[in-house]
């Protein structure tokens, strides 16, 4: 589905079903480097179950226009300016690693627009490697080695995709490989900058639910607890034998998750 925010084409997955802004609506936002691409599992069950899904490309990723927001805080301003785009009133959010800082930015900059937060491989501050971080500003492949290397739980390396014949690792990098050129520099370098995490988590008024890898090497499942004791009343699922790309690596697990919040 298309959309026009701020005069940039904005592109979006509705999980198979045209998208009906008058359903309750669930926006699904990406990680760093990433696209809608990655939420195929779950934005098609929703999608099938009465909820309204859009699964977007943020600025510059995917299929929309760039170039990519350089802050969380301005990448939040622009999920109000989409919802009013799609007509959208409240909606429910999902968000992987720098997606769950902008979910959680949203949430609670924004309480009165977001029905639920819910925050896959998340931490406090996201903090991201110096070797990891330069890579990724000079667009040099070493980026992608250390983030497959890093973010994949070992069980994955070697196999483990739901989808026969699927290969984990060489999927996960050819993602990210689409935006080397300046997406994933440009996300990791507001990652790395977010501070607002904590303070977020104490305006947050809706259901909120975190999911974390208890192999995550990214996004530790320690990292996170000061915004899980933060929000009054979350819910935490920590799934087994998972690192930190969760919905590749774990997808059923995932959605069941998503399924006691939404």
Same mark, same amino acid.
């Given at each position: 589905?298309?959309?026009?925010?701020?005069?940039?084409?904005?592109?979006?997955?509705?999980?198979?079903?045209?998208?009906?802004?008058? @359903?309750?609506?669930?926006?699904? %936002?990406? $990680?760093?480097?990433?696209?809608? &691409?990655?939420? @195929?599992? @779950?934005?098609?069950?929703?999608?099938?179950?009465?909820?309204?899904? %859009?699964?977007?490309?943020?600025?510059?990723?995917?299929?929309?226009?760039?170039?990519?927001?350089? &802050?969380?805080?301005? @990448?939040? /301003?622009?999920?109000?300016?989409?919802?009013?785009?799609?007509?959208?009133?409240?909606?429910?959010?999902?968000?992987?690693?720098? $997606?769950?800082?902008?979910?959680?930015?949203?949430?609670?900059?924004?309480?009165?627009?977001?029905?639920?937060?819910?925050?896959?491989?998340?931490?406090? &501050?996201?903090?991201?490697?110096?070797?990891?971080?330069?890579?990724?500003?000079?667009?040099?492949?070493?980026?992608?080695?250390?983030?497959?290397?890093?973010?994949?739980?070992?069980?994955?390396?070697?196999? *483990?995709?739901?989808?026969?014949?699927?290969?984990?690792?060489?999927? &996960?990098?050819?993602? %990210?490989?689409?935006?080397?050129?300046?997406?994933? *520099?440009?996300?990791?370098?507001?990652?790395?900058?977010?501070?607002?995490?904590? /303070?977020?988590?104490?305006?947050?008024?809706?259901?909120?639910?975190?999911?974390?890898?208890?192999?995550?090497?990214?996004?530790?499942?320690?990292?996170?607890?000061?915004?899980? /004791?933060?929000?009054?009343?979350?819910?935490?699922?920590?799934?087994?034998?998972?690192?930190?790309?969760?919905?590749?690596?774990?997808?059923? /697990?995932?959605?069941?998750?998503?399924?006691?919040?939404?």
């Amino acid at each position: 589905m298309n959309f026009t925010v701020n005069g940039k084409y904005v592109f979006a997955a509705t999980g198979g079903r045209d998208f009906n802004p008058s @359903q309750d609506s669930i926006i699904f %936002l990406h $990680g760093s480097g990433g696209d809608r &691409t990655v939420w @195929q599992l @779950q934005t098609r069950y929703f999608a099938w179950r009465g909820r309204g899904v %859009l699964a977007v490309d943020l600025p510059g990723h995917g299929k929309s226009d760039g170039p990519p927001i350089a &802050t969380i805080e301005a @990448q939040a /301003e622009w999920v109000i300016e989409l919802m009013a785009a799609a007509c959208i009133d409240k909606a429910a959010l999902v968000g992987h690693s720098m $997606g769950a800082a902008l979910a959680l930015h949203t949430a609670g900059a924004f309480p009165e627009r977001v029905s639920a937060v819910s925050m896959c491989g998340v931490s406090e &501050t996201m903090p991201v490697h110096p070797e990891l971080l330069q890579a990724a500003q000079d667009g040099d492949h070493h980026a992608l080695d250390l983030i497959t290397s890093w973010g994949l739980d070992r069980r994955a390396h070697v196999g *483990g995709h739901k989808i026969p014949g699927a290969w984990m690792t060489g999927g &996960t990098m050819r993602l %990210l490989a689409r935006g080397l050129d300046q997406a994933l *520099g440009a996300d990791l370098t507001a990652s790395n900058a977010y501070q607002g995490g904590l /303070e977020a988590a104490g305006k947050v008024q809706c259901p909120a639910l975190f999911i974390l890898g208890d192999r995550d090497k990214m996004t530790p499942v320690r990292s996170a607890r000061s915004l899980i /004791e933060a929000i009054d009343g979350s819910v935490v699922e920590i799934i087994p034998n998972c690192g930190h790309m969760m919905m590749t690596e774990r997808p059923d /697990e995932t959605l069941d998750a998503l399924r006691r919040v939404l």
